[in-house]
Nanobody
Framework: QVQLVESGGGLVQPGGSLRLSCEVSGFIAEAYAIGWFRQVPGGKEREGVSCINSIPGTTTYSDSVKGRFTISRDSDKKAVYLQMNSLGPGDTTPYYC?????????????????????WGRGTQVTVSS
């Protein structure tokens, strides 16, 4: 069974850092594009913040997080991480990881949530002093 489980959220002061983890089971992460999304404040929509494609692991970032967030995939392809630095109150929201595939595709990953059909339950990130 294909499953994604997020962890690593919590409360952090402005300027601080968090590392989110997305553990994958039931599939090989390398076969999928994996994306990190967050809930748009006050709404139900989700915006893409970063993703990593299947092959060779090319990464993409939204303008709002570029230079602050880093996505990575571990060597045995069991998890995808999102290192978040210089966090601010505007980053406060639930974060979700999602998978698009399987494809073993070289096409760039998409920050649009529509192609992603497997989702985790999310982890809350709160930035506050």
């Amino acid at each position: 069974q294909v499953q994604l489980v997020e962890s690593g959220g919590g409360l952090v002061q402005p300027g601080g850092s968090l590392r989110l983890s997305c553990e994958v089971s039931g599939f090989i992460a390398e076969a999928y594009a994996i994306g990190w999304f967050r809930q748009v404040p006050g709404g139900k929509e989700r915006e893409g913040v970063s993703c990593i494609n299947s092959i060779p692991g090319t990464t993409t970032y939204s303008d709002s997080v570029k230079g602050r967030f880093t996505i990575s995939r571990d060597s045995d392809k069991k998890a995808v991480y999102l290192q978040m630095n210089s966090l601010g109150p505007g980053d406060t929201t639930p974060y979700y990881c999602a998978a698009d595939g399987p494809s073993y595709s070289r096409r760039p990953c998409d920050l649009n949530p529509v192609p992603y059909d497997v989702w985790g339950r999310g982890t809350q990130v709160t930035v506050s002093s």
